[in-house]
């Protein structure tokens, strides 16, 4: 049997990357990458976390998940903008279509990562050429650069791409695992975390080297199971497959904590308005329709959060429907305090291809339509380019959200 040939495509400093690209393309005359800059919470609406930056705000020793108060001590001139889910929606879905034109074989592992099988690929030289075709093909099209890994399985082909970045194609097959791998720091493994590294490190063992050549019947009775996965991966043995992504999504959900405390009802209702435009967005892109909706609020006095779901007769993808029973959600569950946070999440997903509709969806053929020209007008515009009037003099951006849950696009995945 021929030898598995794996890509992991990994965009550099995607939420970054996307952004700046966004910018310009809208007429910026700065590129974000090329100053201190980063996506990041503003402490006065309560999202105080760094969530990517650039390469010169690197160099003030700003780090991913750090406060943006910390992060602006050390860079006074700091640039910050705010996360913006659908722009990396629009982003990571464009990147996805690009690289379905190279293989039909292909996981989305995070919102900028992918894994490519490209098994077909035939002579030594081949695979590089490829590689460095799409990755030319992707900054020439998209405006973003990306870091792509080769090897024989998912495990390394993801450590590879983490050898050269940016713009860079690198290879990490078994028998290179010792010059290339294997000095790295134990930090540098995928899976080994600060509280696992801190009990390899009590072991002698701060090297991925030296974690593939230690005892196993050790590692095993020190870290059990767990000690036994990453004793394989440090050696480079991993043997999933290239699965689909979207056969493992459960469900959708976005959140969003608002930047004042929301005391009426009219309010509450706009922020869920902005919290479904998106939760649709994701449904119609990813070919699902929901039948279990919930809404979840979070008081502002003691953070405490309760929640209310239904189940409905007919599954749906509309923004339209999704936002009428969440209003009606809220409306039962509410109990009048001020609300810190509100979130939409939907659940029973199945396959859009097959519509059973009730006798009372006369709407459903003109809802549909309008949906998916919004869909378009944003996929090819920008998130912002069309927007709901009655956001206009709110104050309350017109999609909002969070970024992490088990969606279809998640941030990172634990699981190969």
């Not at 095993?220 to 290239?242: C, R």
């Not at 927007?387 to 941030?411: I, Q, T």
């Amino acid at each position: 049997m021929a030898e598995k040939l794996i890509f992991h495509v990994d965009v550099n400093s995607a939420f970054l990357s996307f952004e700046a690209v966004y910018r310009l393309q809208h007429g910026a005359k700065v590129d974000l990458r090329d100053i201190p800059s980063a996506v990041a919470g503003s402490q006065a609406t309560r999202h105080g976390i760094i969530l990517a930056k650039s390469a010169p705000a690197k160099k003030y020793g700003i780090k991913t998940g750090e406060p943006t108060w910390q992060a602006m001590q050390k860079c006074p001139h700091l640039f910050t903008v705010p996360p913006n889910y659908a722009l990396y929606m629009c982003c990571h879905n464009a990147l996805v279509e690009l690289l379905k034109k190279y293989t039909d074989k292909l996981q989305v592992f995070s919102v900028d990562e992918c894994f490519m099988d490209m098994s077909g690929i035939q002579g030594s030289e081949r695979p590089l050429k490829v590689a460095h075709d799409i990755r030319e093909r992707i900054k020439k099209e998209l405006g973003f650069t990306v870091s792509i890994g080769i090897s024989t399985n998912k495990l390394l082909a993801k450590m590879g791409s983490d050898l050269k970045k940016p713009d860079a194609v690198s290879t990490l097959f078994p028998e290179e695992v010792p010059e290339k791998m294997w000095p790295l720091p134990i930090e540098d493994l995928y899976m080994v975390g600060s509280a696992t590294s801190c009990k390899l490190r009590k072991m002698g063992i701060n090297t991925i080297g030296d974690l593939a050549n230690f005892d196993l019947g050790i590692l095993k009775y020190k870290l059990k199971s767990w000690g036994e996965l990453i004793w394989e991966y440090a050696n480079g043995i991993e043997n999933s497959e290239i699965a689909s992504s979207g056969q493992q999504v459960k469900g959708l959900g976005n959140s969003t904590t608002v930047h004042f405390d929301v005391e009426d009802r009219e309010t509450a209702h706009q922020v869920l308005l902005s919290l479904v435009e998106t939760v649709g967005m994701r449904l119609r892109l990813g070919g699902w329709r929901c039948q279990v909706i919930s809404v979840s609020i979070k008081r502002a006095e003691d953070l405490v959060s309760y929640s209310h779901q239904v189940k409905i007769h007919t599954p749906t993808d509309s923004t339209m429907a999704v936002y009428k029973y969440c209003k009606k959600l809220f409306d039962e569950a509410w109990d009048g305090s001020p609300i810190r946070h509100l979130g939409v999440r939907v659940s029973e997903l199945s396959s859009s291809d097959c519509v059973q509709l009730s006798l009372f969806d006369k709407d459903w053929e003109k809802q549909k339509n309008a949906d998916r020209a919004v869909d378009q007008i944003r996929m090819k515009f920008g998130p912002y380019s069309i927007v709901r009037s009655n956001f206009l003099w709110s104050g309350l951006k017109p999609l909002e959200g969070g970024l992490s849950d088990d969606a279809s696009y998640p941030v990172m995945k634990s699981i190969l």
